[in-house]
């Protein structure tokens, strides 16, 4: 039963190898030359000028959600035609309720403004 869970255990150690083995090579080997330059913040060629905890809008999260969202839903498209012969007409009635769905919820949106950017 073990040699079963032989080829898991194997894909986990050799990821984990992938992953630290570079890590403790480089500290290991490389050059440990700190100066105030490679020390120094960067954003955008100068000083940093505010706190790197600021407040965000929500209308990014907002965006990005929304963005998933469809993005994903889309995804289900190209599986259901790949099949669209063989699941017949009620795989057809199902995903034209899947999209009439979709269509609602953006409309939603839309009319709610979320999709506005000032």
């Known amino acids: 039963m073990l040699a079963e869970y032989f080829p898991i255990l194997l894909f986990i150690a050799v990821g984990m190898a992938v992953g630290v083995v570079p890590v403790v090579l480089g500290s290991l080997l490389g050059p440990h030359r700190p100066d105030p330059e490679k020390l120094s913040p960067y954003e955008c060629g100068f000083e940093a000028f505010e706190d790197a905890r600021m407040k965000f809008d929500v209308r990014y999260y907002l965006v990005a959600?929304?963005?998933?969202?469809f993005?994903?839903?889309?995804?289900?498209?190209?599986?259901?035609?790949?099949?669209?012969?063989?699941?017949?007409?009620?795989?057809?009635?199902?995903m034209m309720l899947f999209l009439g769905i979709l269509v609602v919820g953006f409309i939603y949106e839309w009319k709610k403004g979320a999709l506005e950017w000032e």
């Open 65 to 69: 959600i929304l963005f998933i969202l």
């Open 71 to 94: 993005d994903l839903e889309i995804a289900f498209l190209f599986p259901w035609a790949a099949v669209l012969n063989e699941i017949g007409f009620f795989g057809f009635a199902s």
